[in-house]
Every structure is written in C-alpha cells, then in structure tokens.
C-alpha cells in the first residue's frame, strides 16, 4: 500500500537533515519531490506549571545548555464540542524560559 508518513527517531539534536520523496509504481519512480531540510531542536527539560487561575497558567522550563530558545510557543486542548478539534492558546508575555498563557477555560486539559 501506499507510505505517506514516516517516523524517524535517534535523530541527534543540531544536526540537519535533507529529505526527498518520489512515487514509485509499476511503470518505475518518478521525479524527486522538493527537497525539505530541518535541524533538529532540543526537548525542553525540567517542564513546570504554576500560578494556575481559572483563566491563566504560568509554564517555565530550564534553558537549553546548547544556546538553544523557544519562541512563540501555544498551549493546545482539545475540544470535543467540536469533534476533537485541538484549540490553539497562544502566548500572552514570555522570554526564552517562562511563557504566561491567558484565556484558559476552566475544567479543560491543556
């Protein structure tokens, strides 16, 4: 059958790849697709959330030993009124360890 996804893992964090996709049937393989290039980022470590109300969260983490910073990160839920559709919490105040996110619904995971 057809492949249309591919999980990759031990990838090494800094380093970049360069993929290539390209259909093959029983007539051959066809032209390469656009090549994609990532690097891969580290995991943030050491995770916490605090100062929860019923609207707003606090998320802070330790920074990465490799220079590495996060930017514009969300909180996601999912909503099952609308089938399971994730909902999209962006960042209200942040640096590069701590992000403050507002407009939280009270009761939902996030």
């Known amino acids: 059958g057809a492949v249309t996804q591919l999980l990759l893992d031990n990838l090494k ?3 970049t790849y ?3 996709v390209a259909a093959i049937n029983s007539i051959g393989t066809g032209r390469d697709a656009t090549m994609v290039m990532f690097t891969t980022i580290p995991n943030i470590q050491n ?3 605090s100062d929860i109300t019923s609207s707003m969260i606090n998320v802070t983490w330790d920074a990465p030993s ?6 514009a990160p969300y909180a996601e839920a999912t909503d099952s009124s609308t089938g399971g559709e994730p909902i999209i919490i962006p960042s209200m105040v942040a640096n590069s360890t701590w992000h ?3 407009g939280c619904d009270s009761f939902r995971e996030y």
Do not use: P, S
Not at 66 to 71: A, H, I, K, N, S
């Open 18 to 20: 360069n993929f290539t």
């Open 100 to 102: 403050m996110f507002g």
């Open 47 to 49: 995770l916490r959330v």
């Open 13 to 15: 964090t800094g380093e």
């Open 66 to 71: 490799d220079g590495y910073t996060v930017d």
